[in-house]
T-cell receptor
């Protein structure tokens, strides 16, 4: 059974640009959550999608957005990138929003 | 405000030296407590879920326990391959709150 796949693994962007990250959940999982991980703040919840609907949202500015497709794949978009957006972005999938399984993450560097 | 605190921040053990990691929480409406292991440069790996006080789960050298205010991850006779950061998370309704982790180093 394939795990959670995130692409790309690494990304370098310039301030002011926008970026889109992709996540393919475990087959059959309908919930996809996104997290930002930084050394100082740890793992912080961005948002959760369940059956194409955003079910929960963390305390991040509107520059961070996401969506989920009918096949449960999800994308996260960050617009007008800032230096502070440099982080490891993790996607997690679960059947019903409980036990979550994480992907390897996308390491985003903003220069 | 919902909070999750892990201690210690870092722990160095000799191989075979058992110890415990702590995760304390102050949340309302706990639905579950989760333990994860994270290796450098990788995503967290699911270890355990605990749902109610008194519950215990075991896996190889690891044992997780839960009370009404905290959870412990006991590591018995650790090996160098147990070196990693251990994260706990609490689920409140449909949101997850993570602690900042305990970095464990097991010295041969």
């Amino acid at each position: 059974k394939a795990g959670v796949t995130q692409t790309p693994r690494y990304l370098i962007k310039t301030r002011g640009q926008q970026v889109t990250l992709s996540c393919s959940p475990i087959s059959g999982h309908r919930s996809v959550s996104w997290y930002q991980q930084t050394p100082g703040q740890g793992l912080q919840f961005l948002f959760e999608y369940f059956s194409e609907t955003q079910r929960n949202k963390g305390n991040f500015p509107g520059r961070f957005s996401g969506r989920q497709f009918s096949n449960s794949r999800s994308e996260m978009n960050v617009s007008t990138l800032e230096l502070g957006d440099s982080a490891l972005y993790l996607c997690a999938s679960s059947l019903e929003g409980n036990e979550a399984f994480f992907g390897q993450g996308t390491r985003l560097t903003v220069v | 405000e919902d909070q999750v605190t892990q201690s210690p921040e870092a722990l160095r053990l000799q191989e075979g030296e058992s110890s415990s990691l702590n995760c304390s929480y102050t949340v309302s409406g706990l639905r579950g407590l989760f333990w994860y292991r994270q290796d450098p440069g990788k995503g967290p790996e699911f270890l355990f879920t605990l749902y109610s006080a008194g519950e215990e789960k075991e896996k190889e050298r690891l044992k997780a326990t839960l009370t009404k205010k905290e959870s412990f991850l006991h590591i018995t006779a650790p090996k160098p391959e147990d070196s990693a950061t251990y994260l706990c998370a609490v689920q409140v309704y449909n949101q997850f709150y993570f602690g900042t982790g305990t970095s464990l180093t097991v010295i041969p």
